[in-house]
Nanobody, 120 residues
Framework: QVQLVESGGGWVQPGGSLRLSCVVS????????MTWFRQDPGKEREFVAG????????RYLDSVKGRFTVSRDNAKNTLFLQMNSLKPEDTAVYYC?????????????WGQGTRVTVSS
């Protein structure tokens, strides 16, 4: 049983920063893939960033490269998404997700989501 609990969303002005957290309850191994997705109303859910729980290069959506950083704290079973230089188009509900195998874009488990609003 995997449970994912996100936190850290909120309202921020353009150019601001937020850090999202996702506490993972359940199995984690070096092959587990942890990801962040986002969805704005009326749009499809899209992959934002992700990493393997073991050593491997993270992956990012092109439009967030250089602004967002995904990281993990193995000791606390927590995934992070540091978001800098936020833009209005980053406004969405952000979801943490967990995959057992090699599929980065169709996770097995989802968190409940945390809303991020970027506006002036």
């Amino acid at each position: 049983q995997v449970q994912l609990v996100e936190s850290g969303g909120g309202w921020v002005q353009p150019g601001g920063s937020l850090r999202l957290s996702c506490v993972v309850s359940g199995p984690l191994s070096s092959t587990t893939i942890m990801t962040w997705f986002r969805q704005d109303p009326g749009k499809e859910r899209e992959f934002v960033a992700g990493l393997r729980w073991g050593p491997a290069a993270p992956r990012y959506l092109d439009s967030v490269k250089g602004r967002f950083t995904v990281s993990r704290d193995n000791a606390k079973n927590t995934l992070f998404l540091q978001m800098n230089s936020l833009k209005p188009e980053d406004t969405a509900v952000y979801y943490c997700a967990h995959s057992y195998g090699s599929n980065w874009y169709e996770p097995d488990h989802w968190g409940q989501g945390t809303r991020v609003t970027v506006s002036s």
